[in-house]
């Protein structure tokens, strides 16, 4: 089956009440490792990219390799742009057949995030393609909450659904605490924030930052709206780590593909426990 639009598969989630995991890959085995949990899982699923690891990999040749591997797994997938930045991002990732795009312009005064993001919506539109915008403004590597008041930062909820009114956006990320990359402080979700934005949207939510994350923070936001968790930081951990230990335990051994496909197996545990920790198995 084809990439379909990704807003299908979050109605469906968000309806069902179970979430969607969004796995970032760069790299052949990483996108094997997602789609064989899919098809094992029988899990819908997420597959992104950032405009650095569509760069890396090439723009027409990572989304080449999912859709040739899910198509060959029969898996139901979404293939997404992930923090895409600019216009040029948006209609890059359109013309190399992603099926939706995150157009983040959560950094720009919020006149100019509408203005922005109103456009690609309307592009995007035109032909099929899903849009996540991003409000407030998540914490992580390249921005770092604490060293501001993090309720400043916070989605709020009434600005949240005049921006998705005037945007016309399918679907939100929220910044309601959690960060990218590694937690270095234990995260403090507010859930009262995410249960208002939810009742006043009444759209699939976005939460970005699920590396880490206690599964009961993970169950009760998916209760409350969210309908997909951005995972990069847990699956990368993971292959590299395997990469190394299997490296210098077996530092003879100069067949790559054994040492990826044991670095793929690291992986797939934790894209598999983030899928049923979801919801999401047996759901195609
Ligand atoms: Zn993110």
């Known amino acids: 089956m084809p990439a379909v639009p990704m807003i299908e598969l979050l109605n469906e989630a968000y309806k ?23 098809e094992e899982e029988r899990s819908p699923v997420i597959i992104q990219a950032a405009p650095s690891e569509l760069e890396y990999a090439g723009w027409n040749v990572l989304p080449g390799i999912v859709k040739s591997v899910a198509e060959d797994h029969g898996v139901t997938f979404a293939l997404h742009l992930d923090h895409g930045r600019t216009f040029d991002d948006a209609i890059r990732s359109i013309r190399s057949g992603l099926t939706s795009v995150m157009i983040d312009c959560s950094t720009l005064p919020l006149r100019d995030n509408i203005a922005q993001t109103r456009e690609i919506v309307k592009v995007a ?38 921006f998705v009114e005037e945007t016309g956006v399918d679907t939100l990320a929220v910044a309601i605490g959690t960060a990218h990359g590694l937690y270095k402080y234990e995260p403090r979700l507010d859930f ?21 994350l206690p599964e ?6 998916v209760s409350l709206g969210v309908a997909k968790l951005n995972i990069s930081t847990a699956s990368r951990e993971a292959f590299i780590r395997n990469f ?41």
Not at 21 to 37: D, R, T
Request: net charge negative; proline share 3%.
């Open 16 to 38: 069902g009440g179970y979430a969607l995991g969004a796995f970032n890959v760069n790299n052949l085995e990483m996108v094997q490792a997602v789609i064989e949990v899919a």
């Open 244 to 284: 190394v230990e299997f490296s210098s335990r077996y530092p003879e051994n100069l067949d790559l593909m054994k040492t990826m496909g044991h670095a793929k197996e690291s992986m797939k545990r934790v894209v598999r426990s983030v899928i049923r920790m979801l919801g999401s198995s047996n759901r195609v």
């Open 216 to 221: 009961q923070d993970i169950k009760r936001a």
């Open 192 to 212: 009262d924030r995410l249960d208002k934005i939810n009742r006043l949207l009444g759209i699939p939510l976005v939460l970005h930052g699920g590396t880490g």
């Open 125 to 162: 539109h035109a032909v099929g393609v899903t849009v996540e915008a991003e409000l407030g403004r998540i914490g992580g590597e390249e921005f770092d909450i604490r060293n501001s008041s993090p309720d400043a930062f916070m989605t709020d909820p009434e600005e949240a659904r005049n």
